[in-house]
């Protein structure tokens, strides 16, 4: 009466396949949110990936669109860009 059988449980082998499935469950949820933890920690996204401007020409143009630099400052270090 105290004995479940030879798999010690008293759904026997199917509670421990739905045990083991538990299991690999709650780790996974577990790499998931370290996943997530980390990417979110590090600044990034998933689902964005923000490029990084790859000549000059395009910092320049980024400045002006953030308001860092005036339209006329723009033009002055575009002019200066493209004579070099």
Known sequence: M?????????????????????????????????VWLFRSLKGGSITKQEEAPTNALEVLKLRLAKGEITLEEYRERKDELEKS
Do not use: D, E, Q, T
Not at 17 to 32: D, F, K, P, S, Y
């Open 2 to 34: 105290w004995m479940h059988g030879f798999s010690g449980g008293p759904l026997g082998y199917v509670g421990m396949g739905i045990g083991m499935l538990m299991h690999v469950l709650v780790l996974a949820v577990l790499v998931l949110f370290a």
